[in-house]
């Protein structure tokens, strides 16, 4: 067994460890172990409000404080470095990140490389020439609007110190933006499923400039970048543009390129096509 890798997977805003256990179902049926990261003030580290439970008092929820205030990205990369060095006493290491973990999942790969023998982004976050947000104001995320979550925003952000959003709201428009951007192809159910894993909080950094992939350090890991091709909340456009800043930046060590068909949850609620993909990294 040392001679198959440890897949590590960091989650996505709001979610956590619990997201992945479908795919690490599917690739402990195909022989391979893995390990899913809750990242800090995730998982049972979560704030679930008394207020967040029906019925909803949604005055107090804009006000009750959060564990994960003051989080930051370089504590989300040290949670992710602590696993990696327990991982690697049993051989090699997979580190694959999903939407917002892909920015900690570079955050990693820029301070510990040599403990990462493969990285892989699943429609992640891989900020090379501009920061996380600044890619928000870009051509390639003209059709997204984060206004359109605003109805299940609960409090200010700048007073809680970390974002809340109702999860649990029963506004359709709220629902409909939710359904649109990350589960268009999932069946009412699936989608509510996945919307009842989601926490409430999360933390406000996503790192700055010296996030940003370095190619001394994290361009010297192989890399793989897989695509979402039916992903309305980071579009193809933008996954395609930081797969071609990061060759850009490591040309000797480009991004090998797969695709999964589907919206941006859908590899994680029918796990069996990114399962069989990513056990073919391992046998590489």
Request: net charge negative; with cysteine.
């Amino acid at each position: 067994m040392r001679n198959l890798p440890t897949f590590i997977f960091v989650h996505g805003a709001f979610a956590n460890s619990f997201s992945f256990a479908p795919l690490q179902a599917e690739l402990a049926l195909l022989g391979h172990r893995s390990v899913a990261v809750d990242l800090p003030g995730h998982g049972f580290e979560a704030t679930f409000p008394a207020a967040y439970q029906a019925p909803q008092d949604l005055h107090a929820l804009a006000a009750e404080p959060g564990n994960i205030k003051g989080v930051t990205l370089a504590d989300n990369a040290a949670r992710v470095i602590d696993v990696l060095e327990r991982a690697k006493h049993n051989g090699p290491t997979v580190l694959v990140g999903h939407s917002r973990g892909g920015a900690t999942v570079t955050a990693a790969g820029n301070a510990r490389p040599e403990l990462i023998d493969r990285i892989a982004y699943v429609s992640a976050w891989c900020p090379v020439d501009l920061d996380v947000g600044a890619y928000y104001a870009e051509p390639e995320m003209a059709e997204v609007d984060p206004g359109a979550f605003a109805p299940a925003i609960a409090g200010n952000p700048a007073e809680l110190g970390l974002l809340r959003t109702n999860f649990r709201t029963a506004d359709p428009t709220a629902l409909a933006a939710f359904r649109q951007a990350f589960a268009a192809d999932l069946t009412d159910d699936e989608f509510r499923t996945f919307l009842n894993t989601f926490q409430p909080d999360e933390n406000l950094d996503v790192g700055t400039s010296t996030d940003r992939a370095q190619a001394a350090t994290w361009g010297r890991i192989p890399k793989t970048y897989v695509r979402l091709a039916d992903d309305a909340s980071i579009p193809l456009a933008m996954q395609d543009r930081m797969i071609r800043e990061a060759d850009a930046l490591t040309p000797d060590n480009p991004f090998e390129v797969r695709t999964l068909e589907g919206s941006h949850l859908r590899w994680l609620v029918h796990p069996k096509p990114a399962a069989e993909l990513l056990a073919n990294l391992a046998t590489r």
